[in-house]
């Protein structure tokens, strides 16, 4: 009876880790917390083997990558204007996101795989336009005070 006890909570142990989410994130023209031409989520913790899919609710979006701003060896997206688009996160650190049409504006998300800041500086570093590059060093420095860094 002992034996069996054991076995269940090893069984339990080993079905503990999250198991992978899809992430749901809408690009909207306004937020319902006010924001113009903004991701629903511009801060999104995420894990490894977590999808985050960036929804065209609102017309004139789309979301892509940045070179230099994913971690080495996560594979960047480019979803067209007006398509859904599906980003797999298969490697801890900082990706982000920008939807082109409204860079400059601010239209950017940041997502943070498995807590890991390593690159964070490489995204900083990475020039994204407008008041989009300012808005990632904000999310980033959120991050890294969310995450005790
Ligand atoms: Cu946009």
């Known amino acids: 009876m002992k034996k069996l006890a054991v076995s269940a909570a090893a069984l339990l142990a080993f079905a503990a880790p999250a198991a992978a989410e899809v992430i749901e994130v809408e690009m909207l023209n306004r937020t319902e917390d006010g924001r113009n031409m903004a991701f629903s989520q511009e801060l999104i913790m995420a894990d490894v083997g977590d999808v985050i899919r960036f929804v065209p609710t609102d017309r004139g979006h789309n979301a892509q990558t940045v070179e230099g701003a994913i971690p080495d060896g996560q594979e960047g997206i480019k979803g067209?204007?007006?398509?859904?688009?599906?980003?797999?996160?298969?490697?801890?650190?900082?990706?982000?996101?920008?939807?082109?049409?409204?860079?400059?504006?601010?239209?950017?998300?940041?997502?943070?795989?498995?807590?890991?800041?390593?690159?964070?500086?490489?995204?900083?570093?990475?020039?994204?336009?407008?008041?989009?590059?300012?808005k990632v060093d904000e999310l980033l420095s959120q991050a890294e005070a969310d995450l005790g860094s």
């Open 80 to 134: 067209r204007i007006n398509e859904a688009v599906e980003y797999e996160v298969t490697e801890p650190g900082v990706s982000a996101i920008i939807c082109l049409p409204h860079v400059t504006l601010g239209m950017v998300a940041v997502v943070v795989a498995d807590g890991d800041l390593s690159n964070a500086d490489a995204v900083r570093d990475a020039q994204i336009r407008g008041r989009s590059g300012q």
